[in-house]
């Protein structure tokens, strides 16, 4: 069964310092990883997806599969960045057509000023 | 485009009430589906639909029945609420039925209490 683990619930910074968010998903097949970002008030939005290869809003990550890890990097946090971010993994369902996501927990970034 | 749409926004319950929350996309997604938000617990899947008159399980189903007897509307039954199903609700929906790429939206959201 295919997993999504993200080991830390916070993660707290200043404005303009480094920020890593940890991802590692457990799946037999190949992966499609997504990061999706939920701000104050705000439904839950796509972030970026491992398939674009594409930085958003300063935010990166790459697929690694020998350590089976999807890292959310930033390197100048902003305090708008403050949000609940969570890793998905896209997995083929039952019928052999349609997609699932299966979301980590989470994380809560606080970038203070 | 309205996107996705939930209604209502905030609801109470007393236990064993029943009630369904309704979703809505005007986007023609194939694919629409359930989540719960639990602090601690991420979001979980809980009914799901590649089209209509097609559902199925996802990761926790006990206790909610779901329909799709459109395209564009899922909503999610309560036949008998518990304190437990207290939660946020999400419905989503993806344009995919084979692509795992593709974008899922979600609503704004449902908050449930139930006392």
């Known amino acids: 069964a295919q997993r999504v683990t993200q080991p830390e619930k916070l993660l707290s910074v200043f404005k303009g310092a480094p920020v890593e968010l940890k991802c590692n998903y457990s799946y037999s097949g190949s992966p499609e990883l997504f990061w999706y970002v939920q701000y104050s008030r705000q439904r839950l939005q796509l972030l970026l997806r491992?398939?674009s290869r594409e930085s958003i809003k300063g935010f990166t990550a790459d697929l690694n599969k020998g350590e089976t890890s999807f890292h959310l990097k930033k390197p100048f946090a902003q305090e708008e960045d403050s949000a609940m971010y969570y890793c998905a993994l896209s997995v083929t369902g039952q019928t052999g057509a349609n997609s699932k996501l299966t979301f980590g927990k989470g994380i809560t970034l606080s970038v203070r000023p | 485009n309205a996107g996705v749409t939930q209604t209502p926004k905030f609801q109470v319950l007393k236990t064993g009430q029943s009630m369904t929350l309704q979703c809505a996309q005007d986007m023609n997604h194939e694919y629409m589906s359930w989540y719960r938000q639990d602090p601690g617990m991420g979001l979980r899947l809980i009914h799901y639909s590649v089209g209509a008159g097609i559902t199925d399980q996802g990761e926790v189903p006990n206790g909610y029945n779901v329909s799709r007897s459109t395209t564009e509307d899922f909503p999610l039954r309560l036949l008998s609420a518990a304190p437990s199903q207290t939660s946020v609700y999400f419905c989503?929906?993806?344009?995919?039925?084979?692509?795992?790429?593709?974008?899922?939206?979600f609503g704004p959201g449902t908050r449930l209490t139930v006392l």
């Open positions: 989503a929906s993806s344009p995919g039925l084979v692509r795992r790429t593709d974008t899922q939206y």
């Open positions: 491992h398939i």
